[in-house]
T-cell receptor
Framework: SQKIEQNSEALNIQEGKTATLTCNYTNYSPAYLQWYRQDPGRGPVFLLLIRENEKEKRKERLKVTFDTTLKQSLFHITASQPADSATYLC?????????????FGKGTKLSVKP | EPEVTQTPSHQVTQMGQEVILRCVPI?????FYWYRQILGQKVEFLVS????????KSEIFDDQFSVERPDGSNFTLKIRSTKLEDSAMYFC????????????????FGAGSRLTVL
């Protein structure tokens, strides 16, 4: 079955540094991959989507890469700020699903220290 | 910006009781979903709903669960006889159109309803 792994449960970095989060998947060839942000007690909020034919996607201080050979996506936050502290989830379309339900990774909890 | 609204934000219930969680999706959205997240675990798909019927459901969504769209704006999740293991955050989500392959499968989630079963 399709599996998504986010290798780090938690990542602590200093303000101003670049945070890099990893998402790996198996038994799957997704057409695209999504990243969401989740704050405590809140629902996921969509950040970025990257398609299989895109190597890289940027949005302000966010950058996502997608390597379909390695079956991996990297999510970068440059010039990180304490306000970036949250859990970041990667998500793939459940390929067997008719209406495209998403499979989420467990998330990486990012803490940015001032 | 349009929002998905969920009520109640927190519900405490006794095991065996019925619970109804309510959602108001974004008004021009056509596809509706319920997901749940047990504390410290992944966000998991429960059910999708389109054109007034269930289009897909997961193994979690057994006979104790049901969904309906009673009045064209609300979307509800009912749990008939709650169990301890139903304690979780329940998220409603919606999206406008099908367009799976164009990457338009971006969901807008509500803030969630925390269900505590005692």
């Amino acid at each position: 079955s399709q599996k998504i792994e986010q290798n780090s449960e938690a990542l602590n970095i200093q303000e101003g540094k670049t945070a890099t989060l990893t998402c790996n998947y198996t038994n799957y060839s997704p057409a695209y991959l999504q990243w969401y942000r989740q704050d405590p007690g809140r629902g996921p909020v969509f950040l970025l989507l990257i398609r299989e034919n895109e190597k890289e996607k940027r949005k302000e201080r966010l950058k996502v890469t997608f390597d379909t050979t390695l079956k991996q996506s990297l999510f970068h936050i440059t010039a990180s700020q304490p306000a970036d502290s949250a859990t970041y989830l990667c998500a793939l379309l459940n390929y067997g699903g008719s209406q495209g339900n998403l499979i989420f990774g467990k998330g990486t909890k990012l803490s940015v220290k001032p | 910006e349009p929002e998905v609204t969920q009520t109640p934000s927190h519900q405490v219930t006794q095991m065996g009781q019925e619970v109804i969680l309510r959602c108001v999706p974004i008004s021009n959205h056509l596809y509706f979903y319920w997901y749940r997240q047990i504390l410290g675990q992944k966000v998991e798909f429960l059910v999708s709903f389109y054109n007034n019927e269930i289009s897909e459901k997961s193994e979690i969504f057994d006979d104790q669960f049901s969904v309906e769209r009673p009045d064209g704006s609300n979307f509800t999740l009912k749990i008939r006889s709650t169990k301890l293991e139903d304690s979780a955050m329940y998220f409603c989500a919606s999206k406008r159109d099908r367009a799976l392959w164009l990457g338009a499968n971006v969901l807008t989630f509500g803030a969630g309803s925390r269900l505590t079963v005692l």
